[in-house]
């Protein structure tokens, strides 16, 4: 069992940085790919992006890419979503997510935390 809290959500103007930050408690959270997904209001929730257990392996959703960094800790059991030159269209609730498998697809993963909000105002 993994339970995970987000936290660093905000409000920030087009253009602007977050960084979000997911703590992690339980067994074995270096055995556990961690993801980013958002969900924007009357949307599906979408991939943002994911990190393998040692933290070698990353990957992005095209949207993203190039602006957003994830990274992990797992001496501390957190990982992070650093979020650069942010747009409106980014503003969503982000969800951390935990799984065995490192893939692109929400319904994949078994652990998810509460969500953060970011807003990105223009």
């Known amino acids: 069992q993994v339970q995970l809290v987000e936290s660093g959500g905000g409000l920030v103007q087009a253009g602007g940085s977050l960084r979000l930050s997911c703590a992690a408690s339980?067994?074995?959270?270096?055995?556990?790919?961690m993801a980013w997904f958002r969900q924007a209001p009357g949307k599906e929730r979408e991939f943002v992006a994911n990190?393998?257990?040692?933290?070698?392996?990353?990957d992005y959703a095209d949207s993203v890419r190039g602006r957003f960094t994830i990274s992990r800790d797992n001496a501390k059991n957190v990982v992070f979503l650093q979020m650069n030159s942010l747009k409106p269209e980014d503003t969503a609730v982000y969800y951390c997510?935990?799984?065995?498998?490192?893939?692109?697809?929400?319904?994949?993963?078994?652990?998810w935390g509460r969500g953060t909000q970011v807003t990105v105002s223009s």
């Open positions: 990190i393998g257990w040692s933290g070698g392996n990353t």
């Open positions: 997510a935990a799984d065995k498998y490192r893939t692109y697809y929400a319904h994949d993963y078994d652990y």
């Open positions: 339980g067994r074995a959270f270096t055995t556990y790919t």
